[in-house]
């Protein structure tokens, strides 16, 4: 019995976000995937107003509610995307060879030899012999339902382009993509403050997607419009890294981002296929590092179809895990794919099996040593709770953080033992009322590999004298014994604040 129940309340440590959409909308089908290991639940502005997604999000709160399983709330934004507007909806079937006219004028129709899209600028950004993709909103990658394009000339505002292979476009919207080319628009539309300003803010989003973002000066500018918005000023920002520009600007983009998205969709057609598996293992590499959340997209696209997936694709979650990656993103997956619960299920037990042979001594070894020495305070006791956990084996680590800081360290030296990262609210006040902190830090840690946190009761302080720790210990054990993670005889570290010094314990379990 025991297995199974922590099978249900663990199911792996690396953390799942879900797009909801037209096929895990219903309260129903979103608890579903709560309890199928869905923890951030992704809301998508390229499509849908924010009437609907408002609706989404109101079964989302029902759903956690039944289910009792906490789940953050990540806007992701529209950012400089090329659409293809094709309003009637007709299919256009593209021969190879051919040719086709890219025009910036929008009341016209779309017809096979003529593709309206949203941006005037396009002739000026592009020259004769560039590459050019015009694909559904999901690149599957199958040649049927998504063209390449060479540009042949440029007429004023128009592009003309040669068909490079035989496609039916079917829907009303496709996404464009010029490989490698600067394409001169905001990171953040106007239309995405907006969203953000009537949207994100209301419902106090935990983390903003920031979507192309291509220079550390994107994501500065981004989380000083966040700032104004009241409670956003916490809301994280992950900056979702799509070409080849974003790439070479890397590091600065980590260094001033919360976490990084590898949207792996779209650089897999801006960067060369051979190229594709080291850029995803050395950005990882850089955000562990750094101990911020690593996220990669794109991972089983034939489940939107499929009950399973290839064996290409399951080899692919599972070396995600194996590369350090903290959560695994599905979009149309579960947006509009047959089985969103099945393939939320499935991706989380091929995590589970690679969280298994997960190499933690050399990941360790690795993270210490380029940390360096002398290590900041917080950083040696984070290092040293996990070692502990390990050399005892410790079945958790309980962590009392109130800004979520400590927890976080703790991850990112990854121990192969859930921790448990008990929030201890912070009382705040504005002159006016009093008001407690603490729900944006649980739910921001939803997205980190290995952290499962809890809001402790704000009547117990964190700092205070070791008899209200006591109590808060109590609760979080008892917490980890009724989820069948902690069992009798088991041992647990504790790493906490005791006035001005903290504390890594060890105890063990009586019966």
């Not at 996990?386 to 703790?410: E, P």
């Not at 192969?416 to 739910?443: D, H, Y």
Request: proline letters at 4%; hydrophobic letters at 40%.
């Amino acid at each position: 019995m025991i297995v199974e129940n922590e099978q249900s309340f663990f199911p792996a440590m690396t953390k799942i976000v879900g797009t909801l959409g037209p096929k895990s909308r219903s309260v129903d089908t979103i608890s579903a995937c709560l309890k199928a290991g869905m923890s951030v639940a992704r809301f998508d502005f390229s499509w849908g107003d924010a009437a609907y997604h408002q609706e989404t999000l109101e079964n989302l709160k029902l759903a956690i509610k039944s289910t009792k399983k906490l789940c953050a709330v990540m806007l992701d934004t529209v950012g400089p995307e090329l659409q293809v507007v094709n309003k009637s909806e007709t299919t256009l079937s593209l021969e190879e060879n051919g040719t086709v006219v890219l025009t910036p004028h929008h009341g016209q129709e779309a017809s096979s030899s003529l593709l309206p899209i949203n941006f005037s600028g396009l002739a000026k950004a592009v020259t004769p012999g560039a590459t050019i993709f015009v694909g559904q909103y999901l690149f599957t990658g199958s040649e049927t339902t998504s063209v390449w394009l060479e540009v042949s000339e440029v007429k004023g505002d128009d592009v003309v382009c040669i068909i490079k292979n035989t496609a039916t476009l079917a829907g009303s919207l496709f996404t464009l993509h010029c490989s490698q080319i600067h394409i001169d628009l905001p990171t953040l539309s106007d239309e995405d403050k907006d969203v953000i300003r009537k949207w994100g803010a209301p419902n106090k989003i935990d983390f903003l997607s920031l979507s192309y973002t291509r220079h550390a000066e994107d994501v500065r500018q981004a989380r000083e419009f966040l700032s104004k918005l009241g409670d956003l000023s916490q809301t994280q920002i992950f900056a979702k890294i799509e070409n080849v520009e974003g790439l070479n600007h890397f590091d600065e983009i980590l260094a001033e981002a919360d976490g990084i998205i590898l949207s792996r969709g779209n650089l897999g057609i801006d960067l060369p296929p051979e190229k594709v598996f080291l850029f995803q293992k050395s950005a990882l590499h850089k955000c562990n590092m750094a101990g911020k959340p690593a996220v990669v997209t794109r991972v089983v696209d034939s489940m939107t179809d499929n009950l399973r997936p290839t064996r290409a694709e399951a080899t692919d979650v599972a070396n995600a895990v194996l590369d350090g990656s903290d959560a695994i993103l599905l979009g149309a997956e579960t947006l509009r794919g047959l089985y969103p619960v099945e393939t939320i299920s499935t991706v989380g037990r091929i995590c589970a099996e690679a969280e298994k042979v997960f190499n933690q001594d050399l990941y360790y070894k690795r993270t210490v040593k380029y940390v360096g020495e002398p290590m900041t305070h917080l950083e040696s006791i984070a290092s040293s709770a996990v070692r502990a956990a390990i050399k005892v084996k410790a079945s958790v680590i309980i962590c009392f953080t109130s800004s979520g800081r400590a927890a976080r360290l703790i991850s990112k030296y990854r121990p192969s033992m859930p921790v448990l990262s008990v929030v201890i609210p912070r009382l705040k006040t504005n002159q006016l009322r009093w008001s407690f902190t603490g729900a944006f830090e649980a739910r921001q840690s939803l997205i980190v590999r290995g952290l499962f946190p809890m809001l402790a009761d704000p009547r117990h302080p964190a700092e205070s004298t070791s008899a209200t720790n006591e109590s808060v210990l109590k609760v979080a054990l008892d917490h980890g014994k009724a989820s069948g993670v902690i069992k009798s005889h088991d041992r647990v570290v504790v790493c906490q604040k005791m006035g001005d010094s903290s504390v890594v314990k060890i105890i063990e379990l009586e019966d």
